[in-house]
């Protein structure tokens, strides 16, 4: 198994950055595809982003494309989320997840999580 572990969360102001980090340990980071989800007060987890095993392959959901960049660092076991130009409505809990064997936006191809990290942009 893979334990996952999330920081970088913070409160922000709109039009600023933060930079997500999700440290991996118990496996190679690069046996997994890694995604970012993130739930907000009363709504189900959604899709962020996602990055393939050996990370030449992204997805992007609409809401992040051209702001938000993920990235891996298979030697440091550790996946990023560089997050531009928030906005109040990017305001929510972050989770990093990872995959064995599957790789795309849905919550059921990962099969860890970590504890999330809370992001909140304030207007």
């Known amino acids: 198994q893979v334990q996952l572990v999330e920081s970088g969360g913070g409160l922000v102001q709109a039009g600023g950055s933060l930079r997500l980090s999700c440290a991996a340990s118990?496996?190679?980071?690069?046996?997994?595809?890694m995604a970012w989800f993130r739930q907000a007060p009363g709504k189900e987890r959604s899709f962020v982003t996602a990055?393939?095993?050996?990370?030449?392959?992204?997805l992007y959901a609409d809401s992040a494309k051209g702001r938000f960049a993920i990235s891996r660092d298979n030697v440091k076991n550790t996946v990023y989320l560089q997050m531009n130009s928030l906005k109040p409505e990017d305001t929510a809990i972050y989770y990093c997840?990872?995959?064995?064997?599957?790789?795309?936006?849905?919550?059921?191809?990962?099969?860890?999580w970590g504890q999330g990290t809370q992001v909140t942009v304030s207007s």
């Open positions: 997840a990872a995959s064995r064997y599957k790789w795309g936006r849905s919550v059921s191809m990962y099969d860890y």
């Open positions: 990055i393939n095993w050996s990370g030449g392959g992204t």
């Open positions: 118990g496996q190679t980071l690069s046996n997994y595809a």
